[in-house]
């Protein structure tokens, strides 16, 4: 059984289709990686998953308190008026059974696994380097106890030394806590080490999907060959 399905799901923005007629499903312990160029759809049909905005047509079917994001962006999605405890406690708000030593304690817990100390919780994210600050939002999602994680170009602003540090993170994660990743990217070499399905969008349409080592191996799109020759042969 699907932990999320998307069935024939549509957006248009002034008239330009966005994203058009997809479809796909997400099993427990599934590692998608929805790949494509800028203005290929992307992250218009992760903000329909996440429900940030509404589907001109079809429907995502998703369990409650199922999803969790994290952006692009550290910098943008950490209010920087807050410290670490204030932005961590956030993703507790809801759990009115827990004590604040819980409470401490719980989120002590989450920076340990993310490879963080309890020490930051009074400090502020200017006060973090780029990856530091993606392993604070990565703690603040996993505090709401998501079954998904949905990854938007999660690592794209960080240097190659920490976008593999973040992604051999995540992948401890996926193990330890039994996650669903949906990895939204454009970059197929970071994709091909880290994702084991793929979903190639074009022009706002999935235009190939399949495992991972089967579409790379003997793609039958001609713009997934095309992303291929760009990202594998182009610099040989």
């Not at 950490?78 to 204030?86: K, T």
């Not at 956030?90 to 304690?105: D, F, K």
Request: charged share 20%; hydrophobic share 40%.
């Amino acid at each position: 059984m699907n932990i999320l399905e998307v069935h024939n799901v549509s957006k248009s923005f002034k008239g330009v289709r966005a994203v058009d007629g997809v479809s796909l499903g997400l099993r427990q312990g599934d590692n998608l990686a929805i790949v494509g160029e800028s203005g290929s759809g992307k992250t218009t049909l992760a903000k329909m998953i996440m429900g940030l905005i509404t589907p001109d047509e079809g429907v995502i079917k998703a369990g409650r308190g199922t999803l969790q994001m994290v952006f692009q962006d550290p910098v943008g999605s950490l209010d920087p008026l807050w410290n670490v405890r204030s932005i961590l406690k956030e993703a507790l708000w809801h759990n009115r059974t827990l004590s604040g030593r819980q409470i401490e304690e719980k989120m002590a817990s989450m920076l340990t696994k993310v490879g963080l100390s309890s020490g930051i919780l009074g400090r502020f994210p200017h006060e973090f380097s780029g990856g530091e600050r993606q392993r604070i939002a990565i703690a603040r999602c996993l505090l709401a106890c998501p079954r998904v994680l949905l990854l938007d170009e999660a690592v794209s602003a960080l240097d190659t030394l920490v976008q593999k540090q973040i992604t051999d993170l995540l992948k401890t994660l996926k193990q330890d806590l039994g996650l669903t990743y949906i990895f939204i990217s454009h970059n197929l070499r970071l994709v091909r080490r880290f994702s084991d399905k793929i979903a190639v969008m074009h022009q706002g349409k999935i235009v190939e999907q399949g495992l991972m080592p089967a579409v790379l191996e003997a793609p039958q799109h001609p713009y997934t060959r095309q992303l291929l020759q760009a990202a594998f042969y182009t610099h040989l």
